[in-house]
T-cell receptor
Framework: SQTIHQWPATLVQPVGSPLSLECTVE??????LYWYRQAAGRGLQLLFY??????ISSEVPQNLSASRPQDRQFILSSKKLLLSDSGFYLC?????????????FGPGTRLTVL | KNQVEQSPQSLIILEGKNCTLQ??????????LRWYKQDTGRGPVSLTI?????NTKSNGRYTATLDADTKQSSLHITASQLSDSASYIC????????????FGRGTSLIVHP
């Protein structure tokens, strides 16, 4: 069966510090991968998605970046965090080319920038 | 522009009661519609998925309906339980190879004993 891992589960960082969140998927190959952010009381905002190694598409301009160094690894980074980067970050995967492209979400990372 | 609107924004019901959540969408061309349940502090989990030809799909006490003509969906929860307290998110995908579904903002459901 497929599983998706995210770490850390919670993170408190000062403004201006760097960020690295990691997501890995097990039990599937060549998945689509996604990073979402969910602000308190708000809906999910798509940040990045990837259809393959080294292929990253950004949905919104921001001070975050994403990388996919391996097929089942997706990393969200920032060189300098802003207060507005606080939120709940979710990684998700879906099957490439599937007609019913259900997304499977990880447990999330709660990021607080102080 | 593809959009998904959900109502109500929040809902409080007593344990054992039924409730219905609504989802209207403008995503075109339509491929499929999913309902997710998101517990507080957790990732969303898929409840149901419906394609164009399906108008009802059940998953235990959850029943989703789809009217592709009016572009509306509903999620009916029967005999609610305390564990149903969560956010319910409607997600619609377009056909044509897009990898990006459109998410609604969700309905926050609180079930009181």
């Amino acid at each position: 069966s497929q599983t998706i891992h995210q770490w850390p589960a919670t993170l408190v960082q000062p403004v201006g510090s760097p960020l690295s969140l990691e997501c890995t998927v097990e039990g599937t190959s060549n998945p689509n991968l996604y990073w979402y952010r969910q602000a308190a009381g708000r809906g999910l905002q798509l940040l990045f998605y990837s259809v393959g190694i080294g292929q990253i598409s950004s949905e919104v301009p921001q001070n975050l970046s994403a990388s996919r160094p391996q097929d089942r690894q997706f990393i969200l980074s920032s060189k300098k965090l802003l207060l507005s980067d606080s939120g709940f970050y979710l990684c998700a995967w879906s099957v490439q080319g599937a007609r019913t492209d259900t997304q499977y979400f990880g447990p999330g990372t709660r990021l607080t920038v102080l | 522009k593809n959009q998904v609107e959900q109502s109500p924004q929040s809902l409080i019901i007593l344990e054992g009661k039924n409730c219905t959540l609504q989802c209207n969408y403008t995503v075109s061309p339509f491929s499929n519609l999913r309902w997710y349940k998101q517990d507080t502090g957790r990732g969303p989990v898929s409840l149901t998925i419906m394609t164009f030809s399906e108008n009802t799909k059940s998953n235990g006490r959850y029943t989703a309906t789809l009217d592709a003509d009016t572009k509306q969906s509903s999620l009916h929860i029967t005999a609610s339980q305390l564990s149903d307290s969560a956010s319910y998110i409607c997600v619609v995908s377009a056909s044509g190879g897009s990898y990006i579904p459109t998410f609604g903002r969700g309905t926050s459901l609180i079930v009181h004993p």
